[in-house]
T-cell receptor, first 115, second 111 residues
Framework: GAVVSQHPSWVICKSGTSVKIECRSL??????MFWYRQFPKQSLMLMAT?????????EQGVEKDKFLINHASLTLSTLTVTSAHPEDSSFYIC???????????FGPGTRLLVL | DAKTTQPTSMDCAEGRAANLPCNHS???????VYWYRQIHSQGPQYIIH???NNETNEMASLIITEDRKSSTLILPHATLRDTAVYYC????????????FGTGTRLKVLA
């Protein structure tokens, strides 16, 4: 149980284009989903927290207009990187938890390369 | 800032127990300690968590000191597939449900 998937697993795009990453909880209803970013040889950095049906809460220094997060249902959250630039190239990971549970379950990650 | 500190790296011989320490001296009385591991280019995998008492599951054991300021994750019989970065995590704050990742311990299991 507690499986989280992400799609796509990797994506290459041109600079200036937008990329959407999906995060799904497959066998539970996710009250909260989290989005992280990880650069090579570094730890995970929390970008934002999203609760179903409400606006995401972004961490300090994360541009909300650049990283659009939608959590429209209890099993799906999306992260859209708008007008992507090479410095946005990174490993993006989502996690999810359900109501009454602190433990987060992580997706396999999405590797983004912006050319 | 991370609320936990861990050694940067450790080596362990295959078949031996791997003991990974973590300091969390500012932990609050009702905060759990969580352990995850991340194998290269994958998402973190949940291992175990605990509050006060020692915990054991099919993957590992967690020993928490009586004052709760530190804990040790034990992999009883390490295999090459246990080579990964291990993260000890305490929530960012009560009621936030947010994890703040530290640098973790890079465990290398040697044949």
């Amino acid at each position: 149980g507690a499986v989280v998937s992400q799609h796509p697993s990797w994506v290459i795009c041109k600079s200036g284009t937008s990329v959407k990453i999906e995060c799904r909880s497959l066998d539970f209803q996710a009250t909260t989903m989290f989005w992280y970013r990880q650069f090579p040889k570094q730890s995970l950095m929390l970008m934002a927290t999203s609760n179903e049906g409400s606006k995401a809460t972004y961490e300090q220094g994360v541009e909300k207009d650049k990283f659009l997060i939608n959590h429209a249902s209890l099993t799906l959250s999306t992260l859209t990187v708008t007008s992507a630039h090479p410095e946005d190239s990174s490993f993006y990971i989502c996690s999810a938890r359900w109501d009454g549970q602190e433990t987060q379950y992580f997706g396999p990650g999405t590797r983004l390369l912006v050319l | 800032d991370a609320k936990t500190t861990q050694p940067t790296s450790m080596d362990c011989a295959e078949g031996r127990a791997a003991n990974l320490p973590c300091n969390h001296s500012t932990i609050s009385g009702n905060e759990y300690v969580y352990w995850y591991r991340q194998i290269h280019s994958q998402g973190p995998q949940y291992i175990i968590h605990g509050l006060k008492n020692n915990e054991t599951n099919e993957m590992a054991s967690l020993i928490i000191t009586e004052d709760r300021k530190s804990s040790t994750l034990i992999l009883p019989h390490a295999t090459l597939r246990d080579t990964a970065v291990y993260y000890c995590i305490v929530l960012a704050g009560s009621g936030t449900y947010k994890y703040i990742f530290g640098t973790g311990t890079r465990l290398k299991v040697l044949a």
